[in-house]
């Protein structure tokens, strides 16, 4: 049946089950690549997009639980200060091995970011902790939060 | 790993003397051709080779050979060329290539062999480029290609000031004849401006947009998805399944049992594998309707095997003596009867665990079906994945 959902600002209708889960309706009905299919179980984080600006695992709810709310994902995080800044934060850390997982990082970690302006170690660790690397490079996730943390408030001041 | 080290080792000899089969021209010689890849909606310009176009404007398109899984090789390689080649790394585009070993020379990822297999001959590669550029600007000029040198991007004759842009040579040397690779004069590494530097990866402004990128991003016109269920068990085969209950499933375009085993006979492990296909229009319902599969599995030869299995045969084999040293210091048997009291011998059981090299990407593959069949996949080897 016909979904109305709002995607990176846009309204976006799509026929599909009411099941489907967001990920397959942003990957191959609305050609949104950038949210990835890594477990299917929400165990790898490669798909996390956000629902009303929280990190969900796009593959692990029905699209029919959407409803009225608003969905980012990588390719619209820039229109989000702290997204951007994580974006050029990852560039400058050349954060990125095989690159796989970074969207999803980047869009856990705005979630982070959205509510915790100095994110300790602690905290990182703690958020991204469902959000895995088969490159581990957790060091430089790690420093590219804490650098994007700092131009945020910098911007702010 | 034991076997993945002699394929590195046999592929590197095999590399050399491929190039030495060449007349000489080393392996440059083969990787060398003339007009050598044309990717779709490519620019009507010449390639110097098959690495290196210059356009009109001094972009450098430069073909990057191996996969990229991570260690950064889509990168590193082009550098190399470049470096040779003498461009700005900002003027440069890079490029994956097609799988084409006969024009790319090896193309593979595993054994860390990427930079020794390849940093002369691709110097090699990118200093012939230059050079031809050289000798383009000379012709032009009316002048000997040694007198003049290059700053990046350009051909400089310091006798008469003057100076000509790659982008303004590049059709001009596309025609000259290819020098041997032997004779092409390199760098001295002092005067590196690129290998050696900090270079972020290629891919990055991609990778942190969201953009495609990756082998599961590719589409195509009108594309249908299929998932494939082997069997739980390496080299099982099917007897039967519930094929026309899966084909009434929502979205369902086919099902069908694959009989890979009758083309791949015996008890290959990696060799195709049965199992049964089930196409739909999109990949989300193909899967859902594998969950409604039933199939009868004739497991095979390996159904027994088990991790308690190998533990108990390694436990065994370990009892044994060696099949073969790898290293041999000393003898072990001699030393451990010299330690007096045997409480003071040194004990220890080692195990690995099995584990798989699995990467967070599915395994893949987008095929276009005309009167050949395209694929596009990640590729670790012919046989594995990657990006």
């Given at each position: 049946?016909?979904?109305?959902?709002?995607?990176?600002?846009?309204?976006?209708?799509?026929?599909?089950?009411?099941?489907?889960?967001?990920?397959?309706?942003?990957?191959?009905?609305?050609?949104?690549?950038?949210?990835?299919?890594?477990?299917?179980?929400?165990?790898?984080?490669?798909?996390?997009?956000?629902?009303?600006?929280?990190?969900?695992?796009?593959?692990?709810?029905?699209?029919?639980?959407?409803?009225?709310?608003?969905?980012?994902?990588?390719?619209?995080?820039?229109?989000?200060?702290?997204?951007?800044?994580?974006?050029?934060?990852?560039?400058?850390?050349?954060?990125?091995?095989?690159?796989?997982?970074?969207?999803?990082?980047?869009?856990?970690?705005?979630?982070?970011?959205?509510?915790?302006?100095?994110?300790?170690?602690?905290?990182?660790?703690?958020?991204?902790?469902?959000?895995?690397?088969?490159?581990?490079?957790?060091?430089?996730?790690?420093?590219?939060?804490?650098?994007?943390?700092?131009?945020?408030?910098?911007?702010?001041? | 790993?034991?076997?993945?080290?002699?394929?590195?080792?046999?592929?590197?000899?095999?590399?050399?003397k491929?190039?030495?089969?060449?007349?000489?021209?080393?392996?440059?010689?083969?990787?060398?051709?003339?007009?050598?890849?044309?990717?779709?909606n490519?620019?009507?310009?010449?390639?110097?080779?098959?690495?290196?176009?210059?356009?009109?404007?001094?972009?450098?398109?430069?073909?990057?050979?191996?996969?990229?899984?991570?260690?950064?090789?889509?990168?590193?390689?082009?550098?190399?060329?470049?470096?040779e080649?003498?461009?700005?790394?900002?003027?440069?585009?890079v490029?994956?290539?097609?799988?084409?070993?006969?024009?790319?020379?090896?193309?593979?990822?595993?054994?860390?062999?990427?930079?020794?297999?390849?940093?002369?001959?691709?110097?090699?590669?990118?200093?012939?480029?230059?050079?031809?550029?050289?000798?383009?600007?000379?012709?032009?000029?009316?002048?000997?290609?040694?007198?003049?040198?290059t700053?990046?991007?350009?051909?400089?004759?310091?006798?008469?000031?003057?100076?000509?842009?790659?982008?303004?040579?590049?059709?001009?040397?596309?025609?000259?004849?290819?020098?041997?690779p032997?004779?092409?004069?390199?760098?001295?590494?002092?005067?590196?401006?690129?290998?050696?530097?900090?270079?972020?990866?290629?891919?990055?402004?991609?990778?942190?947009?969201?953009?495609?990128?990756?082998?599961?991003?590719?589409t195509?016109?009108?594309?249908?998805?299929?998932?494939?269920?082997k069997?739980?068990?390496?080299?099982?085969?099917?007897?039967?399944?519930?094929?026309?209950?899966i084909?009434?499933?929502?979205g369902v375009?086919d099902?069908?049992?694959?009989?890979?085993?009758?083309?791949?006979?015996?008890?290959?492990?990696?060799?195709?594998?049965?199992?049964?296909?089930?196409?739909?229009?999109?990949?989300w319902?193909?899967?859902?309707?594998?969950?409604?599969?039933q199939?009868?599995?004739?497991?095979?030869?390996?159904?027994?095997?088990?991790?308690?299995?190998?533990?108990?045969?390694?436990?065994?084999?370990?009892?044994?003596?060696?099949?073969?040293?790898?290293?041999?210091?000393?003898?072990?048997?001699?030393?451990?009867?010299?330690?007096?009291?045997?409480?003071?011998?040194?004990?220890?059981?080692?195990?690995?665990?099995?584990?798989?090299?699995?990467?967070?990407?599915?395994?893949h593959?987008?095929?276009?079906?005309?009167?050949?069949?395209?694929?596009?996949l990640?590729?670790?080897?012919?046989?594995?994945?990657?990006?």
């Amino acid at each position: 049946m016909p979904y109305t959902i709002q995607v990176n600002g846009v309204k976006r209708t799509v026929d599909v089950d009411g099941d489907m889960p967001p990920l397959w309706v942003l990957r191959d009905e609305l050609d949104l690549k950038g949210a990835k299919f890594g477990c299917g179980i929400g165990l790898c984080g490669a798909c996390t997009v956000h629902v009303d600006g929280t990190a969900v695992r796009s593959c692990s709810l029905p699209v029919s639980r959407i409803g009225s709310s608003t969905v980012v994902t990588i390719e619209g995080i820039a229109a989000d200060p702290v997204g951007r800044k994580l974006q050029a934060a990852w560039l400058a850390i050349d954060v990125p091995q095989c690159g796989y997982c970074q969207a999803g990082q980047i869009m856990q970690a705005a979630d982070l970011l959205s509510s915790t302006a100095r994110p300790t170690d602690a905290d990182i660790d703690s958020a991204m902790m469902g959000n895995v690397c088969r490159c581990c490079s957790y060091t430089r996730i790690r420093a590219a939060i804490k650098k994007a943390a700092l131009m945020h408030r910098a911007e702010a001041e | 790993m034991n076997a993945m080290t002699r394929e590195c080792g046999r592929s590197r000899r095999a590399f050399l003397k491929a190039g030495v089969a060449a007349g000489g021209g080393l392996v440059l010689h083969a990787m060398l051709p003339r007009f050598a890849y044309a990717a779709p909606n490519e620019p009507a310009y010449p390639p110097l080779n098959a690495f290196i176009r210059i356009a009109p404007d001094g972009i450098v398109n430069i073909m990057s050979k191996n996969p990229e899984i991570g260690q950064g090789i889509k990168t590193m390689l082009p550098m190399v060329i470049a470096e040779e080649l003498d461009v700005a790394w900002s003027n440069v585009r890079v490029e994956q290539a097609p799988l084409d070993p006969a024009k790319f020379g090896r193309q593979f990822a595993g054994g860390s062999m990427a930079t020794p297999l390849n940093y002369e001959p691709l110097r090699r590669v990118g200093a012939a480029g230059r050079l031809m550029l050289i000798t383009a600007a000379a012709q032009e000029w009316a002048v000997e290609p040694s007198e003049c040198r290059t700053e990046p991007g350009f051909v400089l004759h310091p006798a008469s000031g003057r100076s000509a842009a790659y982008g303004t040579l590049a059709s001009k040397a596309a025609r000259l004849p290819v020098p041997d690779p032997k004779r092409v004069p390199l760098k001295d590494p002092k005067d590196f401006r690129i290998i050696g530097k900090p270079i972020p990866g290629v891919d990055n402004p991609k990778i942190v947009t969201g953009q495609k990128l990756f082998g599961i991003d590719v589409t195509m016109p009108g594309m249908v998805y299929a998932v494939f269920q082997k069997c739980p068990v390496f080299g099982g085969t099917v007897n039967s399944a519930n094929i026309d209950q899966i084909k009434k499933q929502p979205g369902v375009i086919d099902a069908f049992i694959v009989r890979a085993r009758d083309a791949n006979p015996g008890s290959d492990p990696q060799g195709a594998s049965d199992g049964v296909a089930i196409v739909a229009k999109n990949w989300w319902l193909a899967d859902r309707a594998r969950e409604k599969l039933q199939v009868s599995w004739d497991e095979g030869p390996f159904a027994t095997q088990s991790s308690d299995g190998f533990a108990k045969e390694a436990a065994r084999l370990a009892q044994e003596n060696p099949a073969s040293y790898l290293r041999r210091d000393g003898d072990v048997a001699i030393a451990l009867a010299r330690i007096s009291h045997s409480s003071r011998r040194p004990s220890a059981v080692l195990q690995f665990l099995e584990s798989l090299q699995v990467l967070t990407s599915p395994r893949h593959v987008t095929g276009w079906m005309g009167r050949k069949t395209d694929c596009f996949l990640p590729l670790l080897h012919r046989t594995a994945v990657g990006r």
